[in-house]
């Protein structure tokens, strides 16, 4: 079954609004990751949450944490055109083979 | 700041050929992992790899791919003979420590192969 799974999988606002991206997951974690990638570029790592907190923040970046729903939230406050990119949760489940399961991510587009 | 490095950035290669990807994790990590990303594709985990065997691997990770850990500094992706459909950007990640310990995983910049 697939981890991490994104929603919306596109949004577009414009630049000082805040965007919200959802991701839901299947089985237990040890902790959720999001990242961002630029277009044909490498994967960013943004903020990870670990499965026994709730809520983060990083800069203008809030992550929320949801484990009895299997959810997470990331919040992009004050948004900026260059924050445009794909956001990708991924799940580590810890366990057996550890790895980090991605989902198929969000596309934020950012007009200035 | 520590970072995981790929080579090539790019590769272009002949259907049949081998082709082997190189990344450098940093010097202090223990678990290795290729992921690919098919263009506008979500990133697969391929393969993992851990005290020089491989830890899990994907059903996407079949015979004509092998992985190892030469010289206890560079971890290699291998492609014995190419196809088509594995034309993809292949990313390197590394991290220290598993399960509750662990922080996030350092990815490369990522090799993009095209197979022609």
């Known amino acids: 079954s697939q981890q991490g799974e994104e929603d919306p999988q596109a949004l577009s606002i414009q630049e000082g609004e805040n965007a919200t991206m959802n991701c839901s997951y299947k089985?237990?974690?040890?902790?959720l990751q999001w990242y961002r990638q630029n277009s044909g570029r490498g994967l960013v790592h943004l903020i990870l949450i670990r499965s026994n907190e709730r809520e983060k923040h990083s800069g203008r970046l809030r992550v929320t944490l949801d484990t009895s729903k299997k959810s997470s939230s990331l919040l992009i406050t004050a948004s900026r055109a260059a924050d445009t990119a794909s956001y990708f949760c991924a799940t580590d489940r810890g366990t057996g083979g550890f790895k980090t399961i991605f989902g198929a991510g969000t596309r934020l587009f950012v007009k200035a | 700041e520590p970072e995981v490095t790929q080579t090539p950035s790019h590769q272009v290669t002949q259907m049949g050929q081998e082709v082997i990807l190189r990344c450098v994790p940093i010097s202090n990590h223990l678990y290795f992992y290729w992921y690919r990303q098919i263009l506008g594709q979500k990133v697969e985990f391929l393969v993992s790899f851990y005290n020089n065997e491989i830890s899990e691997k994907s059903e996407i990770f079949d015979d004509q791919f092998s992985v190892e850990r030469p010289d206890g500094s560079n971890f290699t992706l291998k492609i014995r003979s190419t196809k088509l459909e594995d034309s993809a950007m292949y990313f390197c990640?590394?991290?220290?420590?598993?399960?509750?310990?662990?922080?996030?995983?350092?990815f490369g910049q990522g090799t993009r192969l095209t197979v022609v």
């Open positions: 990640a590394s991290l220290n420590g598993r399960g509750p310990e662990a922080t996030e995983a350092f």
């Open positions: 089985t237990s974690i040890n902790n």
